[in-house]
C-alpha cells in the first residue's frame, strides 16, 4: 500500500463512525420480515378472492414489485431502507427499487435518453445474468429429459 494511501485510509477511520451493527441487524430483519409478511398476506388476500394458486405465485411478486416502484417514485422507499439496509434489498422490493431509481433520477433528461437509457443500469447485468442462465438450466433440463 501506497504511503498516501495509508494516510488517507487512517483520515477516513478518524472521521468515520462505527456502524451499529446489532441495531442494523435488527432492523433489517424486523423490516424484510416485515416485507415478507405483506406478501404472505397477499398470498392469502388473493386465495381467499378465489384466484387460482398459479396466478396467485404471480400476483404476489408483481404486487410486490409495483407498490415498491410506486414508494420508490414517491420517495418514501429509501427512507424505508435508509433505516432497513438489507432487509428491504434482499426481497424482490429491492429489484424493483433498482429498476425505479435510475429511472426517477434520470428523468429530467427525457423519457428515451433519461428514463429508457438508464431503466436497466442497475438492474440490466441481473436480468441478462438469469436469463441466459436460465437458458442454459432449461437447455440442459431438456437434454437430460430426452436421454432419461
Known amino acids: 500500500m501506497l504511503p498516501?494511501?495509508?494516510?488517507y485510509d487512517n483520515?477516513?477511520?478518524?472521521l468515520s463512525r462505527p456502524s451499529p451493527k446489532i441495531k442494523d441487524f435488527i432492523l433489517a430483519f424486523v423490516i424484510g420480515g416485515t416485507i415478507c409478511v405483506i406478501g404472505?398476506?397477499?398470498?392469502?388476500?388473493?386465495?381467499?378472492?378465489?384466484v387460482?394458486?398459479?396466478?396467485?405465485?404471480?400476483?404476489v411478486p408483481s404486487t410486490l414489485v409495483f407498490f415498491a416502484a410506486l414508494l420508490t417514485g414517491i420517495g418514501i422507499f429509501d427512507k424505508i431502507a435508509k433505516?432497513?439496509?438489507a432487509g428491504t434489498l434482499v426481497p424482490i422490493t429491492g429489484f424493483a427499487n433498482a429498476v425505479a431509481s435510475p429511472a426517477?433520477?434520470?428523468?429530467?433528461e427525457g423519457y428515451i435518453l433519461g428514463v429508457g437509457a438508464n431503466l436497466f443500469?442497475?438492474?440490466g447485468p441481473v436480468i441478462a445474468y438469469g436469463t441466459l442462465s436460465s437458458v442454459i438450466?432449461?437447455?440442459?433440463?431438456?437434454?437430460v429429459k430426452i436421454i432419461v
Do not use: C, P, T, W
Request: aromatic share 14%; net charge positive.
Open 137 to 143: 438450466y432449461g437447455i440442459i433440463y431438456y437434454i
Open 121 to 123: 443500469k442497475i438492474a
Open 4 to 7: 498516501e494511501n495509508k494516510v
Open 52 to 59: 387460482s394458486k398459479e396466478n396467485v405465485k404471480i400476483l
Open 11 to 14: 483520515y477516513v477511520k478518524a
Open 104 to 108: 426517477i433520477e434520470f428523468k429530467n
Open 40 to 50: 404472505q398476506m397477499l398470498m392469502l388476500l388473493f386465495d381467499r378472492l378465489g
Open 83 to 85: 433505516h432497513a439496509g
